[in-house]
């Protein structure tokens, strides 16, 4: 049974950093890619980070230059340094996992809340 296990969210001022953790288990994590979502409310799931099919790193335009993805093999994990957060960063952020070649994502966390206050 695949498990994504997110931690690490929480309170922060603006300007702050967080990084948050994405334990994956049940699945042969080199034969997956990660990538963290996130969700505002009244807003649909944005793409905020991910590895691409080469390993290379993919960011969107909001957070280039602010957040960095990253894994640890050795743990099955995916992490994202969040840094210089801004109010509108605030959001449930989700860690997902597909496998290798394969355009969705089928496997999914339950979220950890993020909330930047100005």
């Known amino acids: 049974q695949v498990q994504l296990v997110e931690s690490g969210g929480g309170l922060v001022q603006t300007g702050g950093s967080l990084r948050l953790s994405c334990a994956a288990s049940?699945?042969?994590?080199?034969?997956?890619?990660m990538a963290w979502f996130r969700q505002a409310p009244g807003k649909e799931r944005e793409l905020v980070a991910r590895?691409?099919?080469?390993?290379?790193?993919i960011y969107a335009d909001s957070v280039k230059g602010r957040f960095t993805i990253s894994r640890e093999t050795a743990k099955n994990t995916v992490y994202i340094q969040m840094n210089d957060l801004k109010p509108e960063d605030t959001a449930v952020y989700f860690c997902?996992?597909?496998?290798?070649?394969?355009?969705?994502?089928?496997?999914w966390g339950q979220g950890t809340q993020v909330t930047v206050s100005s």
């Open positions: 997902a996992a597909r496998r290798i070649g394969l355009p969705n994502y089928d496997y």
């Open positions: 590895f691409s099919n080469f390993g290379g790193t």
């Open positions: 049940g699945l042969t994590f080199s034969s997956y890619r």
